[in-house]
């Protein structure tokens, strides 16, 4: 069966510092991966998304980048992390249209 | 652009009622249809799809769509405090890699 690994669950960090969140998927190949971000109390904000492996598409200008450096892997990072960069942060992935989005766990991201 | 509108809620039904939640989309040419549930501090999970007109039942949930109107609902049966989340709908576009959510519409079921 299908999992996806998203790893910190929780991070507090300091303005200016660096970062970088990680997501794996198990059990499939070649999936449709996606970061999101949720400000507190908000709906969802797509961030990034990549349909293969060095393919990276960018919704929202930011401070944030993203990478694909394997088919299952999907990485999150900023040099220097802003207060507004505050939020919960979700990836996700998906094979097809008849079946949408599976999220992973989530990281609750606090910039101090 | 394309957009999927939900009232944001809360909406307040009472243990045991029936919980009507709805969503509006604007691309005519969407194809697949979801519903997700998501509680306080966790991520949303996907509870219903749809992808043809009519109702789609699966236990104590019924989503129902009408792509000529471009709505799409979620009925909840027999609701329970448990039930209290915020849901989202979401909404494919034709070639099926993308999908965009609504806001969401917290649900709260009081006991």
């Known amino acids: 069966s299908q999992t996806i690994h998203q790893w910190p669950a929780t991070l507090v960090q300091p303005v200016g510092s660096p970062l970088s969140l990680e997501c794996t998927v198990e059990g499939t190949s070649n999936p449709n991966l996606y970061w999101y971000r949720q400000a507190a109390g908000r709906g969802l904000q797509l961030l990034f998304y990549?349909?293969?492996?060095?393919?990276i598409s960018s919704e929202v200008p930011q401070n944030l980048s993203a990478s694909r450096p394997q088919d299952r892997q999907f990485i999150l990072s900023s040099k220097k992390l802003l207060l507004s960069d505050s939020g919960f942060y979700l990836c996700?992935?998906?094979?097809?249209?008849?079946?949408?989005?599976?999220f992973g766990s989530g990281t609750r991201l606090t910039v101090v | 652009q394309k957009e999927v509108e939900q009232n944001s809620g809360p909406l307040s039904v009472p243990e045991g009622a029936i919980a009507s939640l709805n969503c509006t989309y604007s691309d005519r040419v969407s194809q697949s249809f979801f519903w997700y549930r998501q509680y306080s501090g966790k991520s949303p999970e996907l509870i219903m799809s749809?992808?043809?007109?009519g109702d789609k039942e699966d236990g104590r949930f019924t989503a129902q769509l009408n792509k000529a109107s471009q709505y799409v609902s979620l009925l909840i049966r027999d609701s329970q405090p448990s039930d209290s989340a915020t849901y989202l709908c979401?909404?494919?576009?034709?070639?099926?890699?993308?999908?965009?959510f609504g806001g969401g519409t917290r649900l709260m079921v009081k006991p």
């Open positions: 996700a992935w998906s094979v097809g249209r008849a079946y949408g989005y599976t």
């Open positions: 749809i992808y043809s007109n």
């Open positions: 979401a909404v494919t576009d034709n070639a099926g890699n993308m999908l965009t």
């Open positions: 990549s349909v293969g492996i060095g393919q």
